[in-house]
């Protein structure tokens, strides 16, 4: 157990809606990172948040966002929902910035039908 | 900007045989370098990482990788592969200055055949 923890688990839902991820980093981790992994594209990083402030961006698209609050945990907003967002989405943490070890959750796997 | 390559989509070793998973790198500067393994439906878990002094990191469960600069590779290792190692492998380099996120290799997926 990595100590990020993601939910949910699995997500199930139709084209054109919008669903919230949820990431609660270990403890004492200020940095969160969001990656998205599918089939054909590999893991590619979406997002960075340092202590609650943006960090940085990859290749995330503009129907997507992200938050991080007061109490560290993340969340990655995906909107107008579209086939190929379907992917496994993973949280990962680490203590400081730089990235040098991250720690990721298990994972959400959605499914946009 | 940095780039992974892991050659291999897929490779197999028999059981007790030593296991080599390869991957190649391109980063600006001196990289810092990951090893990641994937079992089914986990998320990604840590086993090494390379970012300054001896060129042979020892990680977990008796995996070991090997920084070559000149070949710009870090291929991962073990001397005797076990069933229980089967997974997906990711590599992932980033530069060791500056606030670049991680990028990571396409992922090799390890069989070992009993």
């Known amino acids: 157990d990595s100590g990020v923890t993601q939910t949910p688990k699995h997500l199930i839902t139709a084209t054109g809606q919008r669903v919230t991820l949820r990431c609660s980093p270990r403890s004492g981790d200020l940095s969160v990172y969001w990656y998205q992994q599918s089939l054909d594209q590999g893991l590619q990083f979406l997002i960075q948040y340092y202590n609650g402030e943006e960090r940085a961006k990859g290749n995330i698209l503009e129907r997507f966002s992200a938050q991080q609050f007061p109490d560290l945990h993340s969340e990655l907003n995906l909107s107008s929902l579209e086939l190929g967002d379907s992917a496994l989405y993973f949280c990962a943490s680490s203590v400081r910035a730089d990235n040098t070890e991250a720690f990721f959750g298990q994972g959400t796997r959605l499914t946009v039908v | 900007a940095q780039s992974v390559a892991q050659p291999e989509d897929q490779v197999n070793v028999a059981e007790g045989n030593p296991l080599t998973v390869k991957c190649t790198y391109s980063?600006?500067?001196?990289?810092?370098l990951f090893w990641y393994v994937q079992y089914p439906n986990r998320g990604l878990q840590f086993l090494l990482k390379y970012i300054t002094g001896d060129n042979l990191v020892k990680g977990s469960y008796g995996f070991e990788a090997e920084f070559n600069k000149s070949q710009t590779s870090f291929h991962l290792k073990k001397p005797s592969a076990l069933v229980s190692d089967s997974a997906l492998y990711f590599c992932a380099v980033r530069p060791s200055s500056g606030n670049t996120p991680l990028v990571f290799g396409k992922g090799t997926r390890l069989s070992v055949i009993a």
């Open positions: 980063v600006s500067g001196n990289p810092y």
